[in-house]
Protein backbone atom coordinates (compact mmCIF):
# COMPACT_ATOMS: atom_id res chain seq x y z
CA UNK A 1 0.00 0.00 0.00
CA UNK A 2 1.52 3.28 -0.98
CA UNK A 3 1.18 5.92 1.65
CA UNK A 4 2.63 9.42 2.31
CA UNK A 5 2.45 10.28 6.06
CA UNK A 6 2.64 14.06 6.87
CA UNK A 7 3.94 15.42 9.84
CA UNK A 8 5.11 18.76 11.17
CA UNK A 9 1.70 20.25 11.56
CA UNK A 10 -0.15 21.94 14.07
CA UNK A 11 0.38 25.65 15.65
CA UNK A 12 2.95 28.00 15.42
CA UNK A 13 3.58 31.71 16.15
CA UNK A 14 3.21 34.56 13.59
CA UNK A 15 7.45 34.92 12.57
CA UNK A 16 8.13 31.82 13.42
CA UNK A 17 9.29 28.15 11.72
CA UNK A 18 8.21 24.87 11.39
CA UNK A 19 9.21 22.09 9.39
CA UNK A 20 6.56 19.49 7.61
CA UNK A 21 8.04 16.13 7.03
CA UNK A 22 6.62 13.72 4.57
CA UNK A 23 7.49 9.96 4.18
CA UNK A 24 6.97 7.89 1.58
CA UNK A 25 6.11 4.02 1.53
CA UNK A 26 4.95 1.26 -0.48
CA UNK A 27 7.38 2.09 -3.00
CA UNK A 28 10.24 4.69 -4.60
CA UNK A 29 9.43 7.93 -5.05
CA UNK A 30 12.64 8.26 -6.99
CA UNK A 31 11.80 8.72 -10.07
CA UNK A 32 8.73 11.16 -9.05
CA UNK A 33 8.18 14.92 -8.77
CA UNK A 34 7.00 15.54 -5.08
CA UNK A 35 5.68 18.78 -3.30
CA UNK A 36 3.24 20.26 -1.00
CA UNK A 37 -0.50 21.94 -1.66
CA UNK A 38 -2.90 23.58 0.76
CA UNK A 39 -6.47 24.30 0.92
CA UNK A 40 -8.13 26.64 3.23
CA UNK A 41 -11.54 26.40 4.36
CA UNK A 42 -13.68 27.69 1.67
CA UNK A 43 -11.02 28.51 -0.63
CA UNK A 44 -9.83 26.79 -3.67
CA UNK A 45 -6.38 24.22 -3.45
CA UNK A 46 -3.48 26.17 -4.28
CA UNK A 47 0.62 24.93 -4.89
CA UNK A 48 3.51 25.79 -3.06
CA UNK A 49 6.15 24.13 -3.73
CA UNK A 50 7.58 20.89 -5.87
CA UNK A 51 10.68 19.56 -6.38
CA UNK A 52 12.21 17.45 -9.24
CA UNK A 53 12.85 14.10 -8.49
CA UNK A 54 16.34 14.70 -8.91
CA UNK A 55 15.82 17.73 -6.28
CA UNK A 56 17.81 19.99 -9.00
CA UNK A 57 14.29 21.77 -9.83
CA UNK A 58 12.38 23.75 -7.46
CA UNK A 59 9.21 26.18 -7.32
CA UNK A 60 7.27 27.59 -5.37
CA UNK A 61 4.19 29.92 -4.86
CA UNK A 62 5.06 33.79 -4.80
CA UNK A 63 3.93 34.32 -1.41
CA UNK A 64 6.16 31.33 0.10
CA UNK A 65 9.10 32.62 -2.25
CA UNK A 66 12.34 32.92 -0.03
CA UNK A 67 10.93 31.89 3.11
CA UNK A 68 9.80 28.20 2.22
CA UNK A 69 12.44 25.68 1.22
CA UNK A 70 11.12 22.31 -0.12
CA UNK A 71 14.70 19.47 -0.52
CA UNK A 72 13.91 15.63 -0.45
CA UNK A 73 16.13 12.99 0.55
CA UNK A 74 15.56 10.38 -2.16
CA UNK A 75 17.82 7.44 0.25
CA UNK A 76 14.78 7.48 3.10
CA UNK A 77 12.16 8.41 0.54
CA UNK A 78 11.54 11.65 2.50
CA UNK A 79 10.38 14.88 0.96
CA UNK A 80 10.62 18.21 3.64
CA UNK A 81 9.22 22.12 3.81
CA UNK A 82 10.90 24.40 5.79
CA UNK A 83 8.89 27.15 6.37
CA UNK A 84 10.25 30.36 8.11
CA UNK A 85 8.94 33.79 8.99
CA UNK A 86 5.25 32.45 8.80
CA UNK A 87 2.24 34.95 8.35
CA UNK A 88 -0.73 34.87 10.01
CA UNK A 89 -3.90 33.50 7.70
CA UNK A 90 -6.60 31.42 7.44
CA UNK A 91 -5.51 28.02 8.42
CA UNK A 92 -4.84 25.39 5.72
CA UNK A 93 -4.57 21.64 5.37
CA UNK A 94 -0.92 20.98 3.92
CA UNK A 95 -0.81 18.13 1.50
CA UNK A 96 2.02 16.44 0.66
CA UNK A 97 1.65 14.93 -3.07
CA UNK A 98 3.29 12.92 -5.42
CA UNK A 99 3.20 12.79 -9.46
CA UNK A 100 5.53 11.73 -12.52
CA UNK A 101 5.04 15.72 -14.06
CA UNK A 102 6.44 18.51 -11.96
CA UNK A 103 4.40 20.66 -13.83
CA UNK A 104 0.93 18.56 -12.17
CA UNK A 105 2.55 19.52 -8.89
CA UNK A 106 2.55 23.15 -10.01
CA UNK A 107 -0.92 22.92 -10.96
CA UNK A 108 -2.41 21.69 -7.83
CA UNK A 109 -2.29 18.29 -8.51
CA UNK A 110 -0.86 14.74 -7.52
CA UNK A 111 -1.64 11.06 -8.25
CA UNK A 112 -0.33 10.02 -4.29
CA UNK A 113 -1.70 12.33 -1.69
CA UNK A 114 -0.49 12.34 2.25
CA UNK A 115 -3.60 12.41 4.59
CA UNK A 116 -3.62 15.85 4.64
CA UNK A 117 -2.03 18.40 7.96
CA UNK A 118 -3.44 21.69 9.55
CA UNK A 119 -0.68 24.41 9.78
CA UNK A 120 -2.40 27.57 11.89
CA UNK A 121 -0.47 30.53 12.23
CA UNK A 122 -1.69 32.35 15.28
CA UNK A 123 -0.65 36.39 15.02
Known amino acids: QVQLVESGGGLVEAGGSRRRSCAASGRTFNSDAMGWVRQAPGKEREFVAAISWSGRTTYYRDSVKGRFTISRDNATNTVYLQMNSLKPEAPAVYYC????????????????WGQGTQVTVSS
Open 97 to 112: VAHQLLLTIRAGGGEY
